[in-house]
C-alpha cells in the first residue's frame, strides 16, 4: 500500500553532524560495501574502470563553502534518504514497491514488484533515490534494515553501516520519535535542522549545524575562473544544440 | 528534467486519442460532425491507434514493463496509477462506442451517450495525466494551476485537428468544424503562453541554502562534487540543452503548433479544393508543435535535487 501509515512511536533515522563531519566518504564506501553484498544488492556500477564511471549509491558526499571572507568555512555534507513522515515517493508509487513502514518509519522498496517508472525519484527533493538500470529497479537507502535487527550481531554493531564506520563520529542513529533518546537530546541540543522544510515532507533525519567559530584568516586572493573540464555537446543532442545555436 | 521521448510520445500521442473523443461527445450531439458509420470507424480506429500506440510506448519507460500490470493498483494515493485505470476505462468505453456505432450501427441516442461515457473518461484520463506533473512539489514548473489547464486545452486542439482531417477526407464537413478549432487552438495557446509565463515569473522556494540547511550562515557554493561523473540523479535531473534554447524552441512550438494549422484551416477555408490537403498538414504540423511544446515541458523543468550540484535557483 502506498498510502502512508499513521505515524508510529518510532521514527528510526539518522542525526549528521556538519560540525565533524570530515568529507573522508569512508560512510558512502561502507554504505556502497555493506548493501551490494546484503539485502539490497548488488548495488551496480557502470563502467567502473572507465573515464566516466557510475553507479548506484545510497548516500553521497557533497563539500560545499559558506560564507564569505574571515566567515567563510568549507562544510562536508552527506546526503541520503532522510525517511520523510511525508513521503511523497511513497504516495506517488503506482504499484506499492514504494512503502514506509508503520512500526519505525523506514522508507524502503520492495524491489520485487518496481516497474522501474522513475515517479519516486522525481516526488524526492533530496535526490535520495538512484534507478538502477541493469536491474530496471529504482534503489534506495535501507537504513540498514538488514543490520539493526540482526539479532545474531552484537548489540553496538547494531546500526547503519555509515553510522559504524565513521571515523568522526558525526553520524548518530536512534529513535526521533521518543524525545528522550540520545538523538533527540542531540537535536534539541545543537538545533538540528530539517532539509527543504519549506516544500512539507517533514523529514525524519537532522543536520547539526556547524558550530560558531571564532578567529579569523587573510584575505582572499581570487583566480580566473576555470575553464569547464568537459566541453558540452557530443553526439545528437550536440549536433542539435550546435544547429540550433547558429 | 531529462525528456524521455517515450513519455513525451505518450503524453502527445494519447493527448491526440482522448482529445478526439472528449470532442465526439460534444460535436455528435451539436451535429458538427458526421453520425454515418463510415466517419465512426475511421475516426475511433484513429482515436484507438492514437491512444493504443501511446500506452504502449509508455511501458518503454519503464525499466521492468513486464510488471506494468502492478501499476493499477494503488489508484488510491497515486496519480500514475489512477491514470492507468482511467486510461483502461476509457479505452473500454471507446470499444463500447466501436461496438454501438460503427459496427451495430444504434440509435443516435444510444451513440451520444455511449460518446458522452467515453468523452468523460477521456477528460479524466488527460485530467490525471497532467494531475502526475502537477503534484510533484520538487519541480515548481509543474507543480502550479496551470498545468492542468494547459494538458486539457492541448489534447483539446490536437485532438480536434485530426477530427477535422477525418471530417474533411471521408465526410462532409459541417462549415463552423474548422473554426471552432482554430479557437481550440488558439485557447491551447493562450493557456501554454500563460504556464511558460508562470513560470518566467516564479522560481521555487527552495535554494541551495534550504537543501542544505546552511544558508543562515552565509552563501553556499559547490566546492567539491560527490561523484567525478554525472550520476543518475544529474542525467534524470539535470538536463540542459533545450533550456538554452528555450526561447527558440517556444518559437518553434508556436510556429507550428499555432500558427501553421490556424494559416492552413484559413486557406482551406478560402480554397474548399485544398481541404483535404491543408487539414492534413495542419494535423501534421500541429502534432510536430505539440511534439516541440512537450520537449520543453520536461527540458524547461527544474528539480530541487539539482540544487545539491549547482548553486543557480531551482
Known amino acids: 500500500m502506498t498510502t502512508l501509515p499513521t505515524p508510529g512511536a518510532v521514527r528510526l533515522g539518522l542525526v549528521i553532524d556538519l560540525d565533524i563531519c570530515v568529507g573522508c566518504h569512508a560512510c558512502a564506501v561502507n554504505c556502497k560495501e555493506w548493501n551490494t553484498g546484503g539485502n539490497a544488492g548488488p548495488l551496480t556500477d557502470y563502467q567502473p574502470y572507465e573515464a566516466q564511471p557510475d553507479g548506484v549509491w545510497f548516500n553521497r558526499i557533497h563539500s560545499y563553502e559558506v560564507g564569505d571572507g574571515p566567515a567563510g568555512q568549507t562544510v562536508h555534507f552527506p546526503r541520503s534518504c532522510l525517511h520523510c513522515d511525508n513521503a511523497e515517493c511513497v504516495t506517488v508509487c503506482p504499484t506499492g514497491a514504494s512503502l514506509k513502514r508503520a512500526e519505525d518509519g523506514i522508507v524502503l522498496i520492495n524491489e520485487d514488484i518496481c516497474i522501474g517508472c522513475k515517479l519516486c525519484s522525481w516526488a524526492c527533493p533530496y535526490g535520495a533515490r538512484e534507478f538502477d538500470t541493469d536491474v530496471g529497479v529504482m534503489r534506495k537507502c535501507t537504513l540498514c534494515v538488514d543490520r539493526i535487527y540482526d539479532e545474531a550481531r552484537p548489540e553496538a554493531e547494531r546500526v547503519p553501516a555509515c553510522v559504524s564506520t565513521c571515523p568522526v563520529s558525526a553520524r548518530h542513529f536512534g529513535d526521533l520519535g521518543d524525545p528522550t533518546s540520545d538523538v533527540s537530546r542531540l537535536v534539541a541540543e545543537r538545533e538540528g535542522m530539517a532539509l527543504m522544510p519549506e516544500l512539507g515532507y517533514r523529514p525524519t533525519n537532522r543536520y547539526l549545524p556547524p558550530r560558531a567559530k571564532g578567529g579569523g584568516c587573510s584575505a582572499h586572493a581570487k583566480g580566473p575562473a576555470l575553464e569547464p573540464a568537459m566541453p558540452e555537446g557530443t553526439g545528437f543532442l550536440g549536433w542539435l544544440d550546435r544547429l540550433l545555436s547558429a | ?314
Not at chain 2, 470507424?41 to 509508455?58: D, H, N, P
Request: proline share 5%; glycine share 10%.
Open chain 2, 1 to 314: 528534467m531529462h525528456p524521455a521521448f517515450s513519455v513525451i510520445l505518450f503524453t502527445v500521442a494519447s493527448g491526440i486519442g482522448y482529445g478526439m473523443l472528449m470532442l465526439l461527445a460534444l460535436f455528435l450531439p451539436a451535429r458538427l460532425v458526421p453520425a454515418d458509420r463510415l466517419f465512426g470507424a475511421v475516426t475511433l480506429g484513429l482515436a484507438l491507434a492514437c491512444i493504443g500506440g501511446g500506452l504502449l510506448s509508455s511501458t518503454a519507460h519503464l525499466g521492468r514493463p513486464e510488471r506494468a500490470w502492478r501499476a493499477f493498483s494503488q489508484w488510491r494515493s497515486s496519480w500514475l496509477s489512477r491514470e492507468g485505470v482511467l486510461a483502461v476505462a476509457s479505452l473500454g468505453a471507446l470499444a463500447l462506442l466501436a461496438l454501438v456505432w460503427p459496427i451495430l450501427g444504434e440509435s443516435a441516442m444510444c451513440v451520444g451517450t455511449t460518446a458522452a461515457l467515453a468523452g468523460l473518461l477521456a477528460a479524466a484520463t488527460v485530467g490525471a495525466t497532467a494531475m502526475i506533473y502537477r503534484s510533484l512539489k520538487p519541480i515548481a514548473q509543474w507543480h502550479n494551476a496551470w498545468t492542468m489547464p494547459c494538458y486539457l486545452t492541448i489534447s483539446l486542439a490536437s485532438g480536434g485537428l485530426w477530427l477535422n482531417f477525418v471530417v474533411t477526407a471521408v465526410g462532409r464537413p459541417h462549415p463552423l468544424l474548422p473554426g471552432i478549432v482554430a479557437g481550440l487552438i488558439v485557447l491551447a495557446a493562450f493557456v501554454k503562453g500563460r504556464w511558460w509565463l508562470h513560470n518566467d515569473r516564479t522560481q521555487s522556494l527552495s535554494t541551495i541554502g534550504t537543501a542544505t540547511g546552511l544558508g543562515a550562515l552565509g552563501q553556499v557554493r559547490p566546492l567539491d562534487p560527490p561523484h567525478t561523473a554525472a550520476n543518475y540523479i544529474m542525467k534524470e535531473m539535470g538536463f540542459r540543452i533545450a533550456r538554452k534554447h528555450a526561447f527558440k524552441l517556444r518559437r518553434i512550438a508556436g510556429g507550428l503548433g499555432v500558427l501553421a494549422p490556424v494559416l492552413l484551416i484559413l486557406a482551406g477555408a478560402l480554397l474548399p479544393v485544398l481541404k483535404p490537403a491543408t487539414a492534413l498538414l495542419a494535423a501534421l504540423a500541429g502534432t510536430v508543435g505539440v511534439l516541440v511544446e512537450r520537449w520543453l515541458f520536461f527540458a524547461e523543468a527544474r528539480h530541487v535535487a539539482m540544487l545539491y550540484y549547482k548553486a543557480d535557483a531551482a
